[in-house]
């Protein structure tokens, strides 16, 4: 029996796998060059992830879509902001540990993959249970795991890169991924221009004392504290 990619897959998947193909990238990056090129790639991610809903209202989705989606989001905005925050902060929580404590390299594995983990689980869950009981209409309970790691993202990039900051900010965001508050999508306009200026973070961070993160960071905080109050989409 054959998978029949090319007739069951269509241009919208496309850009879903270019959004895992950016996570893992990022990943590799994170380890081989370090957080802040990683962090320029999970924003690149986001983009596609944007772009693969646009296409697939345009033209169409697959069956298959969905699920790819489901998937590749784990990998861009779980596991690669997971590696990400892993890297920018395992020499502050190396150093950070007691001296001559038992079974030190376990307790250091241990201490340096902890938020990661908690990062990776709580995107994981929320992915699964967004993919199975909530509707394509429904507001979406909890933060998307697209804005938390555009939000740790953004935020590294803006020049907060404290690791103790980092780390509480990964578990605050595990933890929105779940929260049961009610988000509402984006109107097209908002969407556009916060892809403007994303791209503006990914392709000139530094620019004019770090503008572009910033605005990022400051819209993606006001639409994650306000959106559910005081934001309605189309």
């Known amino acids: 029996m054959s998978l029949q990619v090319r007739r069951r897959l269509g241009a919208a998947d496309v850009m879903t796998l270019l959004n895992a193909t950016l996570g893992v990238v990022a990943m590799v990056v994170a380890v081989t060059v370090g957080p802040t090129a990683a962090a320029r790639l999970v924003l690149l991610a986001a983009i596609t992830d944007a772009l693969d809903g646009i296409i ?3 033209q169409g989705g697959s069956e298959v879509g969905p699920l790819l989606d489901s998937i590749a989001d784990v990998v861009s905005f779980g596991t690669a902001p997971a590696l990400f925050l892993y890297v920018a902060t395992r020499d502050a929580v190396s150093t950070a540990l ?3 404590i038992p079974l030190a390299g376990t307790v250091e594995i241990l201490a340096v993959s902890a938020v990661p983990a908690v990062f990776v689980v709580f995107s994981l869950v929320r992915t699964a249970l967004y993919t199975v009981h909530v509707g394509e209409e429904e507001n979406r ?3 998307q795991n697209t804005l938390g790691a555009s939000i740790l993202a953004a935020g ?3 020049g907060v ?3 103790a900051v980092l780390l509480a900010a990964g578990v605050l965001l595990s933890l929105m991924m779940v929260a049961p508050i009610p988000y509402p999508k984006l109107r097209a306009r ?3 221009l916060m892809g403007l200026v994303q791209a503006g973070a990914i392709l000139a961070p530094a620019v ?3 503008i572009f993160p910033r605005l990022l960071l400051l819209a993606a905080l006001a639409y994650m504290t306000l959106a559910p109050w005081y934001y309605w989409a189309e």
Request: charged share 15%.
């Open 141 to 143: 309970p909890g933060i």
């Open 208 to 210: 004019a004392q770090r």
């Open 98 to 100: 007691p001296a001559g």
């Open 190 to 192: 908002d969407a556009g």
């Open 56 to 58: 697939a209202r345009s």
């Open 161 to 163: 890169t404290m690791p």
């Open 156 to 158: 590294y990039l803006a």
